[in-house]
């Protein structure tokens, strides 16, 4: 190659790479002019009076609910001296192919709930699945000692008991230790409302879990035991993980105060995040019977002995049939049994009080006491239409068999 084509190939390519270097410049150059003029730099924000920023215009990003702080062990620690692990003890006679018999020893574990002190003894709540067919029980309190307990009262219907720890038998620093728990009143939870639980879980020891109330008033059905029958209960409803040696503990709220008695008789093991609680308002009367009395006696609210299901107005509108409450169960001795009404009776009106649901049943019998009469109406179905007939009802004692 000669001198002169090299040198004219390199004037050439440097011809290029100065236009490409022009073209590249200025291109650059305009991108930076197009990007100073929407970005200015950060001296000069704040020079034009129209761009100015000032911290006083900042504004805080405002926090929901959600994002509060969900430490609860300040909550916890108050409420800890209140609840106590029980361990039972059961004996089973076990048959064999043979059918020779031998007794086999079992051991159950609950909690409780410190609800009540006299002079003599302390008063714990829990559930009654939790000292049903045990021998003995041992309690054990938030610092670690023990002490016997003897059963003061049951009420399977409901599962509720009542343990009692006698004072002799605790030490002068376990009892400076304790406290009574503070009682909530569960009617004012909203759903929604932060729930915890504490309980001695798995017999594993004292533990915590949270949540939220997650419904009201919802009706679970189980089987008593002791009597066959069954049972409808109003419970409270949670997301906060209720396990077997929780029952009998606390739900609690952010007050630390008592709203429910926790319950694993009626969770499953198929579902997740549905723990149930037996709320104040139910178990506190029978609480106080069981303590004062050792068992639920004729005093306090009396009951038609029926089982119900709300008929709504939707349902009333679809299947041509009165509102009110459908009789789904009448308990055998109770007072509507004996007063002559049956299965499938829907309750329209107590003593000129229009009843549209079992809560507001269960409301206009509030105020009366096991042993008072009251006039009940009820449709009966006759052939497609529905007569109107008054019962007078003497009420009984709840769940009465």
């Known amino acids: 190659m000669s001198k002169n084509r090299f040198f004219s190939k390199l004037t050439k390519c440097a011809a290029f790479a100065l236009v490409f270097g022009v073209v590249g410049g200025a291109a650059f150059s305009g991108a930076t002019y197009f990007m100073d003029s929407a970005f200015p730099a950060k001296e000069e924000i704040g020079e034009a009076e129209n761009n100015s920023i000032s911290s006083e215009k900042i504004q805080p990003v405002k926090t929901t609910a959600f994002a509060q702080s969900t430490d609860v062990s300040g909550v916890v620690e108050e409420v800890m001296p209140s609840i106590v692990a029980i361990t039972g003890m059961t004996q089973q006679e076990i048959m064999n192919f043979f059918g020779q018999g031998r007794t086999i020893e079992g051991e ?12 003599e ?72 409302d932060a729930a915890i639980a504490i309980g001695n879980a798995l017999g594993y020891g004292q533990s915590v879990t949270t949540g939220v109330v997650s419904a009201l008033g919802r009706e679970v059905t189980f089987e008593d035991e002791t009597t066959g029958e069954t049972v409808l209960s109003r419970l409270i409803q949670t997301d906060a993980a209720i396990n ?41 009367p029978i609480l106080e019977d069981l303590i004062a009395n050792g068992k639920v006696t004729n005093s306090g609210s009396g009951y038609l ?20 409450v459908y009789v789904a169960q009448v308990i055998k001795g109770g007072g509507a049994d004996l007063a002559g009404i049956t299965e499938g009776n829907i309750i329209t009106k107590v003593d000129d009080t229009e009843v549209g649901s079992m809560d507001e ?41």
């Open 108 to 119: 159950s574990s609950g909690s409780g709930i410190l609800v009540d002190k006299d002079d």
């Open 121 to 192: 003894n302390l008063y714990i709540a829990t559930n009654n699945h939790v000292v049903e067919n045990t021998n003995t029980l041992t309690v054990q309190f938030s610092d670690d000692t023990t002490a016997p307990a003897t059963i003061r009262g049951t009420d399977p219907a409901d599962d509720l008991a009542v343990v009692q720890v006698a004072l002799s038998d605790l030490s002068e620093e376990t009892l400076n230790t304790v406290k009574v728990a503070d009682i909530g009143d569960s009617d004012e939870l909203s759903v929604g």
């Open 361 to 401: 049943l269960k409301d206009c019998l509030r105020d009366y006491a096991v042993g008072d009469t009251v006039k009940v109406v009820v449709q009966i179905a006759n052939s497609g239409a529905y007569l109107e007939k008054e019962f007078t009802v003497t009420l009984t004692i709840q769940n009465n068999p």
């Open 244 to 284: 077997p040696g929780n029952s009998g503990g606390a739900l609690i709220n952010t007050k630390g105060e008592v709203i429910g008695i926790n319950s694993s008789k009626y969770s499953d093991t198929d579902v997740e995040g549905m723990g149930f609680a037996i709320p104040t308002s139910i178990a506190g």
């Open 305 to 324: 002995g029926i089982y119900g299901v709300d008929v709504t107005e939707d349902v009333s509108r679809q299947y041509n049939m009165p509102a009110g």
